[in-house]
């Protein structure tokens, strides 16, 4: 994996590019508009501007691996820019939020090409060009099947190799529905309260939290997956001693920009609807996010 192409240059694919930068030729993906900002801008990773090649398509040619690292709401977009650079070889792991990107990717390249993951652990802010990083978290992937496989080790090797931790646990869809339980519960909540972690720390919070990750447990055991609820404790003891940061959903609600809701507790009303399973917490969070972000996008207007 020696051709690496990131997509997205935020807080994730910046950091990660960051490190990856001096193992392999990494170039990230964008389009002529964003070529040309980011080329007069720069990005500016804890105050130092980061060496980044910035390529559109028809640059790069066929890669060995991408990396997608944007909000789920760019993805199709990102489908149409990503064709002309997978190869037959080409492997795609998605870091995005949620439990549906695989899938997504799969239908236009195939479950062959795809690799499951996501980040965690990072603590981050980011402002307009900025990034500002206190924790740099881990990424964790695998097979679909969970299955030891020599791309698997490749990517393993290159992780380690630029001092980004990685992990490939025994089960990935349980770690990403869990992980999808943490970012339903606490992203959805901070961002209604624009809170920061430590302001989580509540009783009201942890009652609310828990409620949500009800719900997620109830439709994961839908699609066959059983989080035990020994997680749900550990996500909220985990979340409130990550200090003053904030959730990302927080930031974009903060910022005006359009947040990854539909993908977080709509996901979950969604699926309650499929097998019948209520989830009135998630459905009223939902639409109070969707009613928060009409009021800012008004307001902006």
Same mark, same amino acid.
């Given at each position: ?79 149409? #820019? ?12 998605? &870091? ?74 025994? !089960? ?26 430590? #302001? ?43 200090? !003053? ?30 097998? !019948? ?7 009223? &969070?939902? &639409?109070?996010? #969707? ?11």
């Amino acid at each position: 994996m020696k051709n690496v192409v990131i997509v997205g240059v935020g807080a994730v694919g910046a950091l990660y590019g960051q490190r990856l930068n001096s193992v392999c030729s990494l170039s990230f993906l964008v389009d002529e508009e964003r070529k040309e900002r980011y080329l007069r801008n720069g990005i500016i990773i804890n105050g130092e501007a980061a060496p980044f090649a910035y390529r559109c398509a028809d640059e790069i040619g066929s890669t060995d691996l991408i990396i997608i690292a944007t909000k789920n709401h760019h993805l199709h977009t990102v489908i149409e #820019q990503m064709k002309p650079i997978v190869g037959p070889s080409t492997v795609i792991l998605t &870091l995005l939020n949620g439990i549906e990107s695989e899938g997504v990717l799969a239908a236009a390249f195939g479950w062959e090409k795809i690799l499951h993951g996501f980040a965690v652990g990072l603590n981050s802010t980011h402002v307009s060009n900025r990034i500002e990083f206190t924790a740099e978290g881990r990424i964790v992937f695998g097979e679909r099947d969970n299955s030891s496989t020599g791309r698997v080790a490749a990517l393993s090797e290159l992780f380690a190799s630029a001092g980004i931790e990685a992990v490939v646990p025994k !089960d990935i869809h349980l770690m990403q529905w869990n992980k999808f339980m943490l970012n339903t519960a606490y992203n959805t909540i901070s961002g209604l309260l624009l809170a920061n972690y430590r #302001q989580l720390d509540q009783k009201a919070v942890k009652e609310l939290a828990y409620g949500v990750c009800a719900e997620v447990q109830a439709v994961a055991s839908a699609e066959g997956v059983r989080i035990p609820d020994s997680f749900i404790e550990e996500n909220h003891n985990l979340v409130i001693t990550l200090g !003053d940061g904030k959730t990302s959903m927080c930031q974009d609600l903060e910022a005006g920009r359009t947040t990854e809701n539909e993908w977080f507790a709509g996901s979950v009303a969604a699926l309650g609807r499929k097998h !019948d399973i209520p989830t009135p917490i998630c459905r009223t &969070l939902s &639409l109070l996010v #969707q009613a928060k972000e009409a009021i800012s996008f008004m307001a902006l207007a």
